[in-house]
């Protein structure tokens, strides 16, 4: 069986337990020929949702906004989750360590360097409301992609960073810290990310694939969530990439990864639905969440029960 995966950015530790699968032939264990598509490939021109609601993917890694996206464009795309590659929110708005903002209202009147996805930077000045402050963040959207190289560098004061993946790299390549304000630390309860998506077509259509997909990738991920530094060694030498060629890096980037990978029953992929739901009507409530219009939306229009399924693991 043939199937292809989208990566959200050219590969990193968020992707460690599908690289290791790879690595370690449980694709083939699954009598699966896997193939990656980097968007290094087309220099970030098409997302990974985006191959994925055109049906050039089987499977693609993106957030939960942008399922929620897709499924309240005008002409709707029905994505879905199968699985969540992390059960923990280990992403954070970020701010240098020497810097004299201290909490998120301080954010006020600073630029945040902005990927400008659709929901992100109504996130991030709801983030900032929620701390006292008034939302009235300045908003900047450079040409690279590695964003913490803004803060790095002075010419943003904040974005949007994976700890696990930004923080030792950071720390690495500039000898920088970060100071970071998680989201669910000031009263967002955000959903997902990253997740593995499919399109609603394929849980039928190519439910076999998926199934042995999903099985290579938990046994993947429980390889990493056990082992980092063997992880970070095997991965070292099967990618040919810039990124991994400094396997200290990646072995402290896995073990602060690993604590994020399974939940606490020991489960990886499942999802719970009052997480989906509390996170929808968080942005309805704060009218985060608005039609292509930019008419806020009401719960009615969107059934939460679409956006993901735990049928994979049953």
């Given at each position: 069986?043939?199937?292809?995966?989208?990566?959200?950015?050219?590969?990193?530790?968020?992707?460690?337990?599908?690289?290791?699968?790879?690595?370690?032939?449980?694709?083939?264990?699954?009598?699966?020929?896997v193939?990656?598509?980097?968007?290094?490939?087309d220099?970030?021109?098409?997302t990974?949702?985006k191959?994925?609601?055109?049906?050039?993917?089987?499977?693609?890694?993106?957030?939960?906004?942008?399922?929620?996206?897709f499924?309240?464009?005008?002409?709707?795309?029905?994505?879905?989750?199968?699985?969540?590659?992390?059960?923990?929110?280990a992403?954070?708005?970020?701010?240098?360590?020497?810097?004299?903002?201290?909490?998120?209202?301080?954010?006020?009147?600073?630029?945040?360097?902005?990927?400008?996805?659709?929901?992100?930077?109504?996130?991030?000045?709801?983030?900032i409301?929620?701390?006292?402050g008034?939302?009235k963040?300045?908003?900047?959207s450079?040409?690279?992609?590695?964003?913490?190289?803004?803060?790095?560098?002075n010419?943003?004061?904040?974005?949007?960073?994976?700890?696990p993946?930004?923080?030792?790299?950071?720390?690495?390549?500039?000898?920088?810290?970060?100071r970071a304000?998680?989201?669910?630390?000031?009263?967002?309860p955000?959903?997902?990310?990253p997740?593995?998506?499919?399109?609603?077509?394929?849980?039928?259509?190519?439910?076999?694939?998926?199934?042995?997909?999903?099985?290579a990738?938990?046994?993947?991920?429980?390889?990493?969530?056990?082992?980092?530094?063997?992880?970070?060694?095997?991965?070292?030498?099967?990618?040919n990439?810039?990124d991994?060629?400094?396997?200290?890096?990646?072995?402290?980037?896995?073990?602060?990864?690993?604590?994020?990978?399974?939940?606490?029953?020991?489960?990886?992929?499942?999802?719970?639905g009052?997480?989906?739901?509390?996170?929808?009507?968080?942005?309805?409530?704060?009218?985060?969440?608005?039609?292509?219009?930019?008419?806020?939306?009401?719960?009615?229009?969107?059934?939460?029960?679409?956006?993901?399924?735990?049928?994979?693991?049953?």
């Amino acid at each position: 069986m043939k199937l292809t995966l989208a990566l959200d950015w050219s590969p990193n530790t968020l992707h460690a337990g599908y690289l290791v699968a790879e690595a370690k032939g449980y694709y083939r264990d699954e009598s699966l020929d896997v193939t990656f598509i980097s968007p290094e490939d087309d220099n970030y021109e098409t997302t990974p949702a985006k191959r994925l609601a055109d049906k050039d993917v089987s499977l693609a890694i993106a957030p939960s906004e942008s399922v929620i996206s897709f499924n309240t464009l005008g002409n709707s795309v029905p994505l879905t989750a199968v699985a969540a590659a992390l059960q923990k929110d280990a992403s954070a708005i970020v701010v240098r360590a020497d810097s004299d903002i201290d909490r998120p209202a301080q954010l006020d009147d600073k630029l945040f360097a902005s990927y400008n996805a659709r929901f992100e930077n109504d996130i991030v000045r709801q983030l900032i409301k929620n701390d006292g402050g008034q939302g009235k963040i300045r908003i900047s959207s450079p040409e690279y992609l590695e964003m913490w190289r803004t803060v790095a560098e002075n010419s943003a004061d904040a974005t949007w960073v994976f700890l696990p993946w930004e923080g030792p790299k950071a720390k690495l390549e500039q000898n920088l810290s970060f100071r970071a304000f998680s989201l669910g630390d000031y009263g967002i309860p955000y959903g997902y990310s990253p997740l593995l998506i499919t399109h609603a077509d394929f849980v039928t259509a190519e439910a076999d694939a998926i199934r042995a997909f999903l099985r290579a990738a938990e046994k993947g991920w429980r390889y990493v969530a056990e082992n980092q530094d063997e992880s970070a060694e095997l991965l070292h030498q099967h990618l040919n990439h810039a990124d991994w060629r400094n396997p200290t890096m990646i072995q402290e980037s896995l073990r602060m990864l690993a604590p994020y990978v399974l939940s606490g029953e020991g489960r990886w992929g499942f999802m719970d639905g009052t997480r989906w739901l509390n996170f929808v009507e968080w942005m309805i409530e704060t009218k985060v969440l608005k039609d292509v219009e930019g008419v806020p939306m009401n719960i009615g229009q969107i059934d939460t029960s679409m956006l993901y399924t735990n049928d994979f693991f049953k």
